[in-house]
């Protein structure tokens, strides 16, 4: 299924995604007080068409919606203005969702930024909705595929869209070589229990249409670390992302929710590490308030216990506050588990497994 060659046409980014990230993972400095960052991620919704078991969102009690025009607009013009010149649209939902995504990526790229880029499962990226985003003036569209069959795919992701998924996967990445687009096509694969064994023949499949793949191990993380350690991680060790114990994140990005307030991790279900409201402070005056202070200093000290960011590098799930509790809503960590969502789709397809085995030695 794979292709033979590549175009030898160089996208942006020659030295793949896993640069990317490595080059995100280091901050300009450690300092409390922080200079501004080059990198934005505007969250366009909070609503996904996907309920992926290892990903927190189907818990999430946040109301779900799409990010005011206005507001995003006067976001994007406000962080180029400070020196952000790179940004991502998405969050914890699926931006594809958002009608005026590629509305806003055609903004950011009048505005002069001169890197634009979205992660999407990939099931909404029809024919059409890939000319406008090309039209628009992406930069990066990276597909967010977690199986290498139709069968593991559903148990993964929730939603029978394999087959759909590689088509728009395919014709995106014929569509921009069509029209000599320089943008860049890549995959992530979270790799759990049930699919880390696939991860080679993926790559043997579809690296043919993107111009790099990157596989991820399952970790547990803040808001999942019972369920992912019980059910779903590959046994990898991640220690070694959170070596120094401080996030990066917190110096060096910055990440706008769909509903208008700053956080300090691009994984905030709840607002528990939101610093602002960017509906009534701005986005200069958020970066650096004390609550964004307080949490950086809390960080070089080693000292996070009751904090999300706690959790998440210690790969817990205990008791925690948020930063800025008119901003957050509030959990009951106790009970906030999806434990018996992903017990539930396990057993279905351990069931559908089974009936497929039997009938296969009854023929």
């Not at 990526?105 to 985003?133: D, F, H, M, P, V």
């Not at 992406?138 to 998924?165: C, Q």
Request: hydrophobic share 35%; net charge neutral.
């Amino acid at each position: 299924m794979a292709k033979e060659a590549m175009s030898k046409k160089e996208y942006k980014n020659p030295g793949g995604i896993r640069k990317r990230m490595d080059e995100n993972s280091r901050p300009r400095s450690w300092n409390i007080q922080c200079e501004f960052p080059a990198n934005l991620l505007l969250e366009p919704t909070n609503l996904c068409n996907h309920a992926c078991l290892m990903c927190a969102n189907s818990k999430g009690a946040k109301k779900g919606g799409m990010i005011d025009r206005e507001l995003a607009k006067r976001i994007l013009k406000e962080a180029y203005e400070l020196g952000t010149r790179e940004v991502g649209f998405y969050g914890m939902g699926e931006p594809l969702l958002n009608k005026n995504l590629e509305e806003y990526i055609a903004y950011a790229k009048q505005l002069g930024y001169e890197y634009t880029y979205i992660t999407t499962n990939g099931a909404l990226l029809s024919e059409e909705r890939a000319r406008a985003l090309l039209e628009a003036g992406i930069d990066s569209v990276k597909f967010s595929i977690n199986a290498a069959s139709p069968d593991l795919y559903y148990l993964i992701h929730g939603k029978d869209e394999f087959d759909t998924v590689i088509r728009n996967l395919i014709e995106f990445d014929s569509l921009r070589k069509r029209q000599e687009r320089n943008t860049a096509l890549y995959i992530s694969y979270i790799a759990t229990r049930y699919t880390a064994s696939d991860k080679e023949k993926f790559k043997r499949n579809y690296q043919g249409y993107a111009d790099d793949i990157v596989f991820l191990d399952c970790r547990s993380s803040g808001d999942m670390a019972d369920e992912l350690d019980a059910y779903l991680s590959a046994g990898a060790d991640t220690d070694g992302l959170f070596k120094s114990g401080i996030c990066p994140m917190i110096f060096n990005k910055l990440h706008v929710t769909y509903d208008g307030c700053l956080s300090m991790c691009c994984d905030d279900l709840q607002n528990y590490l939101a610093v602002a409201d960017l509906k009534e402070e701005s986005l200069e005056e958020a970066w650096n308030n004390a609550y964004a202070r307080d949490l950086r200093k809390r960080h070089l000290e080693h000292n996070l216990k009751g904090t999300r960011c706690f959790n998440c590098m210690n790969h817990c799930n205990g008791p925690i506050e948020p930063l800025n509790p008119k901003l957050a809503v509030y959990i009951d960590s106790k009970r906030w588990n999806k434990e018996q969502e992903i017990r539930t789709r396990i057993d279905k397809w351990e069931q559908y497994k089974r009936r497929q085995e039997t009938a296969g030695l009854e023929r």
